[in-house]
């Protein structure tokens, strides 16, 4: 006795099973959109006092305009006081005036920069202050880009006391902050009396500007 013969599927449904049965991924995978840029770099200073002149920060609440390339890109990093060492030139005097280049050397292996006046303290050998904060001369000047090796300076200058007449002291040394910094440098003062007061005689101070001074 033969079977019940099956009924023939209509055409077309064969290739149908195929397709459905050959189609798709393995569970779980899908198109998934890629990972966005990683976030930039924390730009936060050091708690405590600072040295005047904040350099502008590099960040920004409004996205980069995919136009425009930001300028200095690879040297927005601000100097810490650990990329520089600091050192004093020789005096210039000149007008009554002792004049002296604060010179700060990038020794790092990165270029940094630098935007505005250091704190400046002339301290003896206990290390207590003998001065008061040196009055700041000229508008600052603009940002400062040092690349390793390169120098940028502060001019420091006073009225010599012993034409002044001013009050004076002979520190043993003399403190520096960079700008935006909290941790100072100092290096050794052999460069004699220095005024403690007065204002004309008043120690006074400008913003790091490229190079070495004189």
Not at 131 to 150: D, F, I, K, Q, W
Not at 172 to 186: G, I, K, N, Q, Y
Request: hydrophobic share 35%; with cysteine; glycine share 12%.
């Amino acid at each position: 006795m033969r079977g019940a013969a099956l009924p023939a599927l209509p055409a077309g449904t064969s290739a149908l099973l195929m397709v459905l049965t050959g189609c798709g991924g393995a569970p779980g995978q899908e198109d998934r959109p890629a990972a966005s840029g990683t976030a930039a770099p924390d730009s936060r200073t050091d708690d405590g006092a600072q040295a005047a002149g904040a350099q502008p920060r590099a960040t920004s609440s409004h996205p980069a305009s995919p136009e425009r390339t930001p300028s200095h890109s690879t040297a927005s990093r601000r100097c810490s006081t650990s990329d520089v060492a600091f050192s004093i030139g020789a005096n210039e005097p000149g007008a009554g005036r002792e004049n002296f280049s604060l010179i700060l050397t990038n020794i790092s292996a990165g270029t940094c920069t630098l935007y505005g006046y250091p704190g400046a303290e002339f301290r003896d050998a206990k290390n207590n202050a003998v001065t008061t904060n040196p009055v700041r001369v000229a508008p600052s000047s603009g940002l400062v880009s040092l690349r390793p090796g390169t120098r940028a300076t502060a001019q420091l200058s006073f009225s010599d006391p012993a034409t002044s007449g001013a009050v004076s002291a002979a520190p043993a040394r003399l403190v520096v902050t960079p700008p935006d910094e909290t941790r100072t440098l100092s290096a050794a003062w052999t460069h004699g009396a220095v005024p403690t007061g007065g204002n004309a005689s008043a120690v006074r101070i400008s913003a790091f500007q490229p190079g070495s001074g004189g």
